[in-house]
Antibody
């Protein structure tokens, strides 16, 4: 059974960098069968996809955050990380990591849904 | 970006009722449409993927339909544990956007 667990500082000062990691257990992050994403949810609001990572290290980011975001793979620890630079109060949110299956057949591949989620990490931005 | 619009934003219903939530995409997303249930302080839970495929372990009272730009989530006989917030989401193209959510409350 695959499990994801977010960890990292829960209080970040304005203008500094938010850093979270997502530890994956029960599956290899390098298997190539999944994409690995970060998603966030400000208190009382909806869900915003931040970006994703594939086993090759290839990343895709939400254009709204792309200038400030880096998602990296750490195969030695079977985890991936999120860095969000120059944070403001608007970046305070519950941050989730999630897995998306990649389905391939007849030379075509497509992404499924976010089928496994971490429990979330609440990050506050305050001096 | 593909915009996902859910309606209604909130809904009051009683145990045993049948309810339907709709989700409209700003462009065709084929069948790359998924539904999630979220309870306060918890991660979303995948209910239905690819429009109508029930995730393992999800009760059969949940069903999904639609195609192209218009989709529905139906709960046939509401149970107490179904009162939650529901989101749709597209995986057709990044950024993978979500609907704004539908808050299902007890009447």
């Amino acid at each position: 059974q695959v499990q994801l667990q977010e960890s990292g500082p829960r209080l970040v000062k304005p203008a500094q960098t938010l850093y979270l990691t997502c530890a994956v257990s029960g599956d290899s992050i390098s298997s190539g069968s999944y994409y690995w994403s970060w998603i966030r949810q400000p208190a009382g609001k909806g869900l915003e996809w931040i970006g994703r990572l594939y086993a090759s290290g290839t990343t895709t980011y939400n254009p709204s955050l792309e200038s400030r975001v880096t998602i990296l793979l750490d195969t030695s620890k079977n985890q991936f990380s999120l860095k969000l630079r120059s944070v403001t109060a608007a970046d305070a949110a519950l941050y989730f990591c999630a897995r998306t299956p990649l389905y391939c057949g007849s030379g075509v591949c497509y992404l499924g849904a976010f089928d496994v989620w971490g429990q979330g990490a609440m990050v506050t931005v305050s001096s | 970006d593909i915009q996902m619009t859910q309606s209604p934003s909130s809904l009051s219903a009683s145990v045993g009722d049948r309810v339907t939530i709709t989700c409209r995409a700003s462009q065709s997303i084929s069948n790359y449409l998924h539904w999630y249930q979220q309870k306060p302080g918890k991660a979303p839970k995948l209910l239905i993927h690819a429009v109508s495929i029930l995730q393992s372990g999800v009760p059969s009272r949940f069903s999904g339909g639609g195609s192209g730009t218009d989709f529905t989530l139906t709960i046939s006989r509401l149970q107490l544990e179904d009162f939650a917030t529901y989101f749709c989401q597209q995986s057709f193209s990044p950024p993978h956007t979500f609907g704004q959510g539908t808050n299902l409350e007890i009447k």
